[in-house]
């Protein structure tokens, strides 16, 4: 993360990864900003593969530190314009790419105590609980402002649950999907 003089306005702070629960959250995180006429900062981690360590071992990896901050600039701005449209979306935004583990970036963002941390509480199996840290529990332990984590959409659900079918070559039942899109409020 860039060091630079902090913004005395408040700030909204919300971790982005590109993800449907990430854009979810994003666009809660626009909504709460603009409710209490904060500044919108979304912030994509990055980790170079293999981890942190694996990366200070090998020489190649200091070569590619440059190409994946800028791959991870281009995702962050990618979930930005999925999320907002070409246009402007009228907030005070100040966009982060931070290289470290998600939990650890975004508590280390929102820092202040009136900041909010909006996170996406996507659906998680208990393999991936398992094998795989949560970033969610992870600021819910560790922030010092409030976290707000947003449940995923219910169209989630479906799309996950058609892309199954599709991958299995099964019938799709395209009347689920349809009266899932039926219940989404249409400001969604």
Known sequence: MSESRPSPAPRVVV?????????TALGRAADEARRR???LWPVLAWEPPG???????STAAAVLV?????LARERLLGALREAFGGGGHGLRT??????GAPGP?????ADREDDLLVIG????????????PSTGRYCLAHASCPVLAVPPSPLEAALVSARRRNAWGLR???GHVAREFDTVPPDA
Not at 15 to 23: F, R
Not at 121 to 132: E, F
Request: charge should be positive; glycine fraction near 14%.
């Open 172 to 174: 799709m039942d395209t």
């Open 51 to 57: 981890g942190q360590l694996a990366a200070r071992r």
């Open 105 to 109: 970036a975004l508590v280390a963002t």
């Open 121 to 132: 509480a996507g659906r998680r199996g208990l393999l991936q609980r398992a094998l795989w």
């Open 66 to 70: 440059e190409d994946w901050e800028r």
């Open 15 to 23: 971790g982005v990864s590109g993800s449907l629960g990430s854009l």
């Open 37 to 39: 006429g904060a500044e």
């Open 94 to 99: 100040r966009a982060l790419v931070a290289r």
